[in-house]
């Protein structure tokens, strides 16, 4: 797969992914690889990276975390998908509002 990547050959890539499994930080640099002209296929990807980082329970991985979800945001918001962001982001803060700093930090997503 890194050789279809290197390829530039990012349907190839993404197919054979979706196949067979591949590691996290596979899935993240092909995400970021297809995501401008398959930014709907970029989502889920990113959805899914968000929990990981923020299970490693540090400032600097809610900051990450954050950028993620903030990333989502601008993907979903050019698909026309606001409300779904919406929901998907009050799902998030449900789920972790017990990690203050990750609150504060979501607080200033839209």
């Given amino acids: 797969m ?3 990547l290197w390829e530039k050959d990012i349907d190839a890539d993404w197919d054979e992914a979706n ?4 590691s996290d930080h596979f899935w993240l640099k092909l ?4 995501e401008k002209e398959h930014p709907s ?3 889920p990807v990113y ?10 329970m540090k400032n600097d991985a809610y900051e990450e975390a954050t950028r993620m979800v903030k990333h989502i ?4 918001r ?4 606001q409300a779904e962001f919406t929901s998907y982001l009050a799902d998030l803060k449900l789920r972790h509002k017990p ?4 609150m504060k930090l979501l607080a200033g997503v839209t």
């Avoid at 959805?47 to 490693?56: D, F, G, K, L, S």
């Avoid at 945001?73 to 979903?76: D, N």
């Avoid at 050019?78 to 998908?81: D, E, F, S, V």
């Fill in 2 to 4: 890194e050789i279809f």
């Fill in 19 to 22: 196949r067979g499994s591949c």
């Fill in 31 to 34: 995400a970021v690889a297809r």
């Fill in 41 to 43: 296929d970029a989502v």
């Fill in 47 to 56: 959805q899914r990276m968000v929990e990981p980082i923020i299970a490693r």
């Fill in 73 to 76: 945001g601008e993907l979903m």
């Fill in 78 to 81: 050019g698909l026309g998908k």
């Fill in 99 to 102: 990690k203050r700093n990750l």
